[in-house]
């Protein structure tokens, strides 16, 4: 019987899979940079509201009212608290605090804390969100606070913190936790708490410990207050949704219509212009399903959480036509151009605008967020400031039989400025001379919707078609998933030098911006379809070393913390790692080129940096390599080889730049270099995690470049064992990073499965990362850190370096430069 049952589940999982066509861990929606980047993280688009990357609410609302019924079929309504005590992402609020030891007592009501000194919150060691600056081990704060009206409904503690905490409120221990958050939780307060509040005297009193890393403290008590009650809304049936490239679809079932509903980010990798452009399309097609005229009205709405880092910030709206479009527009009354910096971060400068074609049937409004059961009549519109509110349009389609009529809707994003570049403010892309007003571009969008979705369905079909060639169709599928969370972790400008900049934020990990090492295992979605764009990623890392403002004989690991690049901010050098990093990708880029043009212009950097890696790379001294969360490692293999493969990338540039002698004398200290090796890493049937470490493993993926370039420096002997013990290793989740832990780097597995000789291995070691992909229970924009037992993420999301994915598409693709 269990069997049955069983096998009755496995069908209908297969099933559900089918009928949706594409299954993903996030759905991406509105994709375009590291602030606009809108997702669906649940495989119905109804069941969860949408999102940004980092997991805050950025709403989208979309609903359809047939003849009179009204079915929703667009995101769901997020939790609106109401503020009892306002935290400091509202209020800067004064508190006691002390930084010593207090008495036991310190957390009661009657405790005197006059002696304490007073700061404004947050508190904290980012200097661009805290008031008061606190960088010692231990902070204690008191907040002594009234309650107007006692009658509340559930009460939560609104609390970010980092690290270990302790929170108690009128003498009762409320929440405990070692460990941090990286952004704003909600606990909650039981009704005995509940009970103990009072109108004056009441006392919020926590203790944070920062272990290591960053420091983090800010809190107040929120009410999720009684839903009030609404029209009845019906959810519509989702029938599919499928991916590709640069677009997300939906079908549904409302009533006796069928609506198709496409979200199209044209992120054109060969079309810069279009690419850079900050303006999704979002359509829909309705017709009737029965051969009968049904009465339809669209509605779509999207929250001005979108222009802010938080709800609580003040917002300000418009509402108005420009040429053939009625707009909305929203931003915050403050307006903090690129004043914040860090990982967990929105934006909250610039204007977000939503905008459809006018016409007699187009009714638009801002109202207050929070409830979608009137959304069809959302009042008088006349709101033009607030908090957290939503942005409304109505659009009567009109009597609609079986064919089928269309609605298309825009989102866009002016951000004035994306980068701070060297103490430099710097425009998008899209409006280099400042003299482009966004209206523009959205009325150049609306009229060049057609034509853009014809460059898309090309740009989908070499996408799919080139990955399938590669490895076929699940990992074409990986590749299409891939895409656009890529891309949309970058930010295109130009410097004030002129050269194309197109930089990466280190999504979730440390929030830095163009890193070295996010952006190397990145590489092959942009070597394989725009070599023009990636040396954006490299020229940053470039100009650092060559003005003088980084002097060390390695690059840098990046160039600041995401908006800001004026130097680097990592705590730590990563001197072999990017140092290899940077030669290999310049070579690369020469080969996807077919000329040296790109070294030569670098070719000095380029010099010192091959006598380092020749004196250190081989052996390496303790020190982290890209792999930083796994720890320093000396004498690492892994790093080692990718020294010896950067030297081989230096040789066939210096070859293809006419300078011969350089590449003699550097291809012998690569080939001693690739002996050594062998004999230093050796352990019976595959290689070593480190020199001195035997009866250890690692993946050995930086010698894909020894494939891919066609360096052929280390013998098919070295690729053949290792990836025959990597097949002895794998979980069922993919090939572990090294023998020390069961996690992996999916990027890096794929990598890895490109040392296979044929298509069974690599099959054998690609298929669990599409499994995973598909299966993890980690609902966020697909996590390169996962682990290979459970298909978990461990950290990060949203990150870049899913580019990685396309080296499969590479090696094909180099197979005949």
């Known amino acids: 019987m269990k069997k049955l049952i069983v096998s009755c589940f496995l069908i209908l999982n297969a099933w559900v899979v089918f009928a949706q066509g594409s299954k993903a861990p996030a759905y991406p929606l509105i994709t375009h940079d590291p602030y606009f980047s809108i997702w669906s993280t649940t495989d119905e688009l109804t069941a969860s509201p949408t999102k940004h990357w980092t997991g805050a609410d950025h709403s989208l609302i979309g609903m359809i009212k047939v003849d009179g019924e009204t079915y929703r079929f667009l995101g769901n309504a997020g939790k609106v608290y109401k503020t009892i005590l306002p935290a400091g992402d509202e209020v800067n609020y004064e508190a006691a605090y002390t930084e010593d030891k207090p008495a036991e007592e310190w957390m009661n009501t009657g405790f005197d804390d006059s002696k304490w000194k007073k700061g404004i919150a947050p508190f904290g060691d980012n200097e661009s969100i805290v008031k008061t600056k606190w960088l010692s081990k231990n902070i204690w704060i008191r907040r002594t606070f009234s309650v107007s009206d006692l009658n509340l409904n559930n009460l939560f503690l609104k609390l970010s913190h980092d690290d270990d905490v302790e929170a108690y409120i009128n003498d009762e221990l409320v929440y405990k936790k070692i460990g941090w958050t990286n952004k704003y939780i909600y606990l909650p307060i039981t009704d005995a708490t509940k009970s103990k509040l009072k109108k004056d005297g009441n006392v919020l009193a926590i203790h944070v410990i920062n272990n290591v890393g960053g420091a983090m403290l800010d809190a107040g008590i929120v009410e999720d207050p009684k839903a009030a009650a609404g029209n009845t809304v019906l959810t519509a049936t989702q029938n599919s949704v499928k991916l590709n490239a640069t677009q997300t679809a939906y079908t549904f079932t409302c009533g006796k219509v069928n609506l198709s509903l496409t979200f199209t980010s044209p992120l054109l990798i060969n079309n810069l212009t279009i690419l850079a452009r900050p303006v999704s399309y979002i359509s829909a097609k309705v017709k009737s399903t029965d051969g009968a005229m049904h009465d339809v009205q669209l509605y779509f709405g999207a929250s001005t959480d979108i222009a802010a880092n938080t709800p609580t910030q003040a917002m300000t709206t418009q509402q108005y036509k420009s040429g053939s479009l009625s707009i909305l527009k929203a931003g915050t009354v403050e307006q903090p151009v690129l004043q914040k910096k860090g990982d967990d971060l929105r934006i909250d400068w610039g204007y977000m605008y939503v905008a459809v074609p006018s016409g007699p049937g187009v009714k638009q409004s801002v109202s207050e967020d929070g409830d979608v059961s009137n959304l069809f009549n959302p009042g008088a519109g006349k709101l033009n400031n607030g908090k957290h509110l939503l942005l409304n349009t109505i659009v009567s389609m009109g009597k609609v039989g079986t064919t089928s009529k269309e609605q298309l809707i825009l989102l866009g994003y002016d951000d004035l400025y994306s980068i701070q570049y060297f103490k430099t403010n710097l425009r998008p892309y899209w409006n280099q001379s400042g003299t482009v007003k966004f209206e523009q571009l959205l009325s150049q969008a609306a009229a060049d919707y057609k034509a853009t979705l014809q460059k898309c369905d090309a740009v989908n079909k070499m996408i799919h078609s080139d990955a399938v060639k590669a490895g076929g169709e699940d990992y074409a599928k990986l590749c299409e998933l891939a895409y656009r969370q890529s891309i949309a972790a970058h930010k295109l400008i130009k410097s004030p030098q002129g050269e194309l900049l197109f930089l990466s934020k280190e999504n979730f990990s440390n929030g830095s911006i163009n890193t070295v090492d996010v952006t190397y295992p990145s590489s092959p979605l942009y070597l394989a379809?725009?070599?023009?764009?990636?040396?954006g990623m490299l020229n940053g890392i470039f100009y650092y070393s060559e003005s003088g403002k980084w002097p060390k004989p390695f690059p840098s690991h990046d160039l600041g913390t995401y908006p800001i690049a004026n130097g680097q901010t990592y705590g730590e050098d990563m001197p072999v790692e990017e140092c290899g990093n940077m030669m290999v990708l310049t070579a690369a880029v020469c080969k996807a080129e077919g000329n040296a043009a790109y070294a030569k212009k670098h070719w000095k950097t380029?010099?010192?940096?091959?006598?380092?890696?020749?004196k250190?790379?081989?052996?390496?001294?303790?020190?982290?390599?890209?792999?930083?969360?796994?720890?320093?490692?000396?004498?690492?293999?892994?790093?080692?080889?990718?020294?010896?493969?950067?030297?081989?990338?230096?040789?066939?540039?210096?070859?293809?730049?006419?300078?011969?002698?350089?590449?003699?004398?550097?291809?012998?200290?690569?080939?001693?270099?690739?002996?050594?090796?062998?004999?230093?890493?050796?352990?019976?049937?595959?290689?070593?995690?480190?020199?001195?470490?035997?009866?250890?493993?690692?993946?050995?993926?930086?010698?894909?470049?020894?494939?891919?370039?066609?360096?052929?420096?280390?013998?098919?002997?070295?690729?053949?064992?290792?990836?025959?013990?990597?097949?002895?290793?794998?979980?069922?989740?993919?090939?572990?990073?090294?023998?020390?832990?069961?996690?992996?780097?999916?990027d890096w597995v794929i990598w890895t499965s490109v040392l296979a000789s044929d298509q069974k291995d690599f099959h054998a070691l690609a298929d669990p990362i599409y499994k995973y992909a598909i299966q993890t229970t980690s609902r966020v924009p697909i996590s390169d850190w996962h682990e290979t037992t459970d298909g978990k993420m461990v950290g990060f999301q949203a990150r870049s370096v899913v580019g990685g994915y396309f080296m499969k598409v590479l090696e094909m693709k180099f197979k005949n430069k």
Request: hydrophobic residues 40%.
């Open 529 to 535: 379809y725009n070599p023009q764009l990636f040396e």
């Open 606 to 614: 380029l010099a010192v940096w091959a006598g380092y890696l020749s």
């Open 616 to 746: 250190e790379g081989l052996d390496p001294a303790l020190q982290l390599c890209t792999d930083d969360f796994a720890g320093h490692l000396a004498r690492n293999a892994n790093l080692s080889m990718k020294a010896i493969v950067a030297l081989g990338g230096y040789v066939q540039i210096a070859e293809k730049a006419g300078e011969l002698n350089i590449a003699a004398k550097y291809r012998s200290i690569t080939k001693d270099m690739v002996t050594k090796w062998m004999s230093m890493a050796a352990d019976g049937d595959h290689y070593s995690l480190t020199f001195n470490d035997k009866n250890t493993w690692s993946q050995k993926y930086n010698l894909v470049w020894d494939k891919v370039l066609k360096l052929n420096y280390f013998p098919k002997a070295v690729y053949q064992k290792e990836v025959k013990y990597y097949l002895t290793k794998q979980n069922e989740f993919g090939l572990p990073l090294d023998s020390r832990k069961t996690y992996t780097k999916s």
